[in-house]
């Protein structure tokens, strides 16, 4: 499975950037009893039905070409991330950036998984959140997920 991901990943990447898109993820797994082969794009503006309609028509028949699923049968996806996915890439961290998040850590630190803050920084090695209380930086690779805060 990691090797269908790595090939749409390699070539495909470009071809949905070169479209004014960014590619989030891709993801190859099982739903409903059948496989799913899932493009998640995005954008500044945020991504319609439209978007996905665009970028499904320009793969599909590049993915019929390159074959990585080695003939087996999937159903193709391409969405939106929607608002409630984790913050994975320095992309999605850059673009929330002052924005209020939920940090989850694997193991507890001083009894605390979980913590709520602005995201104020960010490197390839770690994460600075803002609490009402102070500043806190994490080691990214102790980071389970970082989600924003939605409020209505």
């Given at each position: 499975?990691?090797?269908?991901?790595?090939?749409?990943?390699?070539?495909?990447?470009?071809?949905?950037?070169?479209?004014?898109?960014?590619?989030?993820?891709?993801?190859?797994?099982?739903?409903?009893?059948?496989?799913?082969?899932?493009f998640?794009?995005?954008?500044?503006?945020?991504?319609?039905?439209?978007?996905?309609?665009?970028?499904t028509?320009?793969?599909?028949?590049?993915?019929?070409?390159?074959?990585?699923?080695?003939?087996?049968?999937?159903?193709?996806?391409?969405?939106?991330?929607?608002?409630?996915?984790?913050?994975?890439?320095?992309?999605?961290?850059?673009r929330?950036?002052?924005?209020?998040?939920?940090?989850?850590?694997?193991?507890?630190?001083d009894?605390?998984?979980?913590?709520?803050?602005?995201?104020?920084?960010?490197?390839?090695k770690?994460?600075?959140?803002?609490?009402?209380?102070?500043?806190?930086?994490?080691?990214?690779?102790?980071?389970?997920?970082?989600?924003?805060?939605?409020?209505?």
């Open positions: 499975m990691a090797k269908v991901k790595q090939i749409c990943e390699e070539k495909l990447k470009s071809v949905i950037e070169e479209m004014g898109y960014e590619l989030v993820e891709v993801s190859y797994e099982k739903e409903n009893g059948e496989m799913s082969l899932i998640t794009i995005d954008k500044e503006e945020g991504i319609t039905i439209d978007d996905c309609e665009t970028v028509r320009k793969i599909d028949p590049i993915l019929e070409e390159i074959n990585p699923t080695d003939d087996k049968p999937y159903t193709l996806v391409v969405s939106s991330p929607g608002l409630d996915r984790p913050l994975k890439t320095d992309r999605d961290l850059k929330n950036l002052e924005k209020e998040v939920d940090l989850n850590l694997f193991a507890k630190i009894g605390k998984k979980a913590f709520t803050g602005v995201l104020t920084a960010f490197d390839e770690t994460v600075t959140i803002k609490t009402e209380k102070e500043q806190l930086v994490f080691d990214r690779e102790k980071v389970a997920s970082i989600k924003l805060v939605i409020k209505f």
